[in-house]
């Protein structure tokens, strides 16, 4: 059965992500939040709390690790799942 996401959403590397609280400014939502967690470098990552998210794109533009932050839009299918 295929998965079509109803919203967008914002996915974060917990060990990509150095906890610069950037992508926690940039969003006009707040719906990401730095976690009490320590990722394997020793930093409080980045996370989404699970709904809100707007798609904007916003955490993706202003975060400077690369590959950390990516966002899925509304009606995203995985790939394992196109045909
Ligand atoms: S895409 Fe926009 S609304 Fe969604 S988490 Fe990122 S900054 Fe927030
Ligand atoms: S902007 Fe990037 S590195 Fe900074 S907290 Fe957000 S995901 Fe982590």
Redesign the pocket.
Same mark, same amino acid.
């Given at each position: 059965m295929s998965e079509h996401r109803e919203y967008p959403f914002p996915e =974060?590397d917990p060990d =990509? %992500?150095?906890?610069?609280? &950037? /992508?926690?400014a $940039?969003c006009p939502t707040d719906v &990401?939040v =730095?976690s009490p967690k320590l990722n394997s470098k020793g930093f409080h990552?980045?996370e989404y709390v699970g709904q809100g998210c707007i798609g904007c794109g916003n %955490?993706f533009y202003? /975060?400077?690790?690369p590959s $950390?932050?990516t966002v899925y839009l509304k009606g995203y299918v995985p790939e394992e799942e196109v045909s």
């Open positions: =974060i =990509i %992500c150095k906890g610069c609280r &950037l /992508c926690v $940039a &990401l =730095i990552y980045s %955490c202003v /975060c400077p690790e $950390a932050v």
